[in-house]
């Protein structure tokens, strides 16, 4: 189990830049705390990257020597793969190096010429040569952005397995990788972090119109397969059994998203247990706890074991009469929802 420590590995808390007379980066508070991982989170043009470079010291007055920095579009020096692998690396780095191109299945193109190789195939000897790196902070922008889709749940295993216990910063604007990375999420907004919080959190009770606009209304269940079934996986989630399409095998630790909008409400005998049957694989009782007005919809959060929240609008709210402490009834189709391989923990 990886453990995260109370002290803080590196503090951003102040970061400012500004270009062309234009804040892009104004972070009042922040940091990543020794074997954290911590996932920026935001749209294009947030200011993301730009953060990045500031804590690699590429631009700002922060050196950076200890961080390790894979930026969004890795640049491929003239030479051979073999070079830009090994570029910069000591000699225990460049076994490390080495072992993790054969892992991230590139050892077979480093010696092609780097302008020959594909996009993916740059991003994997990046990625490796960044991960070999021993500086005790690792900062990647983007890393599975060039990855074809099949590939993503492998190669989050092996990132998720070279990165250990050390402090790690990870830019994504995909959910996906959020919750696949993050032990906190941090929702940054016009150069600002809006919100801080686990995957959990955040994704499912954002604090502002601005930060749900971003993020949406998504559940986060972490858990570990149980079986399979063609191209779903049966999931345990703390005691909640939920079918989610994947291709994991039995026993691999996954995180299962599902949007709140993909989530169906159906009143109930409180006397009975029945929760009905559909076309739906997962159906689960529990009780309102909370009833949340955003916008024109209403977000119904119910516990199930753990909180789960439907998206509902508010004609079916009035229709329905639900209000809290009621008891109620969820079912969510398995094709809505997806189990994405957790980065080691």
Not at 163 to 181: G, M, P, Y
Request: proline share 3%; glycine share 10%.
């Amino acid at each position: 189990m990886k453990r995260v420590s109370d002290k803080i590995a590196l503090d951003m808390s102040g970061l400012q830049w500004s270009a062309a007379g234009r804040i892009v980066v104004d972070v009042a508070e922040l940091d990543v705390k020794h074997g954290e991982r911590l996932v920026i989170f935001g749209p294009n043009g947030a200011g993301k990257s730009t953060l990045l470079r500031l804590v690699a010291g590429l631009v700002g007055e922060r050196g950076g020597e200890n961080v390790a920095y894979l930026p969004q579009r890795p640049y491929m020096f003239r030479g051979s793969g073999r070079r830009n692998l090994l570029l910069g690396l000591e000699d225990s780095e460049s076994n490390r190096a080495e072992v993790l191109s054969k892992r991230l299945g590139v050892s077979n193109v480093i010696g092609t010429a780097a302008s020959r190789l594909s996009g993916g195939e740059r991003q994997r000897l990046a990625l490796a040569r960044t991960l070999a790196s021993s500086r005790p902070v690792v900062v990647l922008d983007e890393p599975l952005a060039a990855i074809d889709a099949q590939d993503r749940d492998a190669v989050v295993a092996v990132v998720g397995d070279a990165l250990s216990e050390r402090a790690t910063i990870v830019v994504t604007h995909d959910e996906d990788v959020a919750a696949a990375f993050a032990d906190r999420v941090a929702v940054m907004v016009g150069g600002q972090i809006r919100q801080v919080g686990s995957p959990q959190e955040v994704f499912l009770d954002p604090q502002s119109e601005e930060v749900a606009r971003v993020v949406g209304h998504h559940n986060v269940l972490v858990g570990t397969i149980v079986k399979s079934d063609g191209p779903l996986v049966q999931v345990a989630c703390s005691g909640l059994m939920v079918w989610a399409l994947g291709e994991q095998a039995a026993g691999s630790d996954v995180r299962v998203l599902f949007g709140a909008e993909t989530v169906t409400l159906h009143t109930v005998d409180p006397s009975s247990s029945d929760v009905g049957k559909d076309s739906a694989r997962n159906h689960w009782l529990g009780i309102v706890q909370e009833v949340i007005e955003t916008g024109r919809l209403v977000e119904v959060v119910v516990d199930v074991g753990q909180p789960v929240a439907a998206m509902i609008t508010v004609g079916s709210l009035d229709g329905m009469g639900i209000t809290q402490g009621d008891s109620v009834a969820l079912s969510v189709k398995a094709t809505a929802a997806r189990a994405v391989t957790a980065a080691k923990q």
